[in-house]
């Protein structure tokens, strides 16, 4: 079993920039899909980004051109980059991960994203 745990989240003003991690127990080279989701007060959970094994990655249209997605196979960690932040961008973010491409998703315990000035 792989255990996530996410970090970075903070209270941070419009217009400023968060680096989200989500650090694996073990090596993340061969993990089929990773991604963030966030689940806002009142709200349902929903997509952020997501990158495959392969590198390619998808955004919802909200963060596209905010947002970067990336990995660190040698430190086993996945990243989100957040610029240019909203109000709406608050949240608390989750990490998941799909060990194989028919395995159930495992997730994060996440970390709150507040942008209020």
């Known amino acids: 079993q792989v255990q996530l745990v996410e970090s970075g989240g903070a209270l941070v003003q419009p217009g400023g920039s968060l680096r989200l991690s989500c650090a694996a127990s073990?090596?993340?080279?061969?993990?089929?899909?990773m991604g963030w989701y966030r689940q806002a007060p009142g709200k349902q959970r929903e997509l952020v980004a997501t990158i495959r094994i392969t590198g390619s990655t998808d955004y919802a249209d909200s963060v596209k051109g905010r947002f970067t997605i990336s990995r660190s196979n040698a430190k086993n960690t996945m990243y989100l980059q957040m610029n240019s932040l909203k109000p709406e961008d608050t949240a608390v973010y989750y990490c998941?991960?799909?060990?194989?491409?028919?395995?159930?998703?495992?997730w994060g315990q996440g970390t709150q994203v507040t942008v209020s000035s």
């Open positions: 073990r090596t993340i080279s061969n993990i089929y899909n």
């Open positions: 998941k991960a799909h060990l194989y491409s028919t395995s159930p998703p495992l």
